[in-house]
């Protein structure tokens, strides 16, 4: 069994910044493709951002390009979300995910999900 648990979340000004964390344990994290989404009150889960297993791919959601950044660090199980110049439509519940697979935009390619961590931009 993967777990994943998120943090750093919070309440942030527009125009801040917030790093959002997520920890894996349970497996091999590098055997992973790891993902970030969102989901906004009332609306449906969203991509926001991918990596691949070593890090060298990244892919990202045309709202947060040029202001997202996402990391991992395979020695500490850890992947991050470095989230600038924040907006008040950012605001949601992000959501960390691992593959096992090639990963992507889609949901249904990630195999285990965080319980997410709010993140709410005030204007």
């Known amino acids: 069994q993967v777990h994943l648990v998120e943090s750093g979340g919070g309440l942030v000004q527009a125009g801040g910044s917030l790093r959002l964390s997520c920890v894996v344990s349970g497996r091999t994290f590098s055997n992973y493709v790891m993902g970030w989404f969102r989901q906004a009150p009332g609306k449906e889960r969203e991509f926001v951002a991918a990596i691949s297993w070593r890090g060298g791919s990244t892919l990202y959601a045309d709202s947060v390009k040029g202001r997202f950044t996402i990391s991992r660090d395979n020695a500490k199980n850890t992947v991050h979300l470095q989230m600038n110049s924040l907006k008040p439509e950012d605001t949601a519940v992000y959501y960390c995910?691992?593959?096992?697979?090639?990963?992507?935009?889609?949901?249904?390619?990630?195999?285990?999900w965080g319980q997410g961590t709010q993140v709410t931009v005030s204007s």
């Open positions: 995910a691992a593959g096992r697979n090639s990963g992507g935009v889609g949901a249904h390619k990630y195999d285990y």
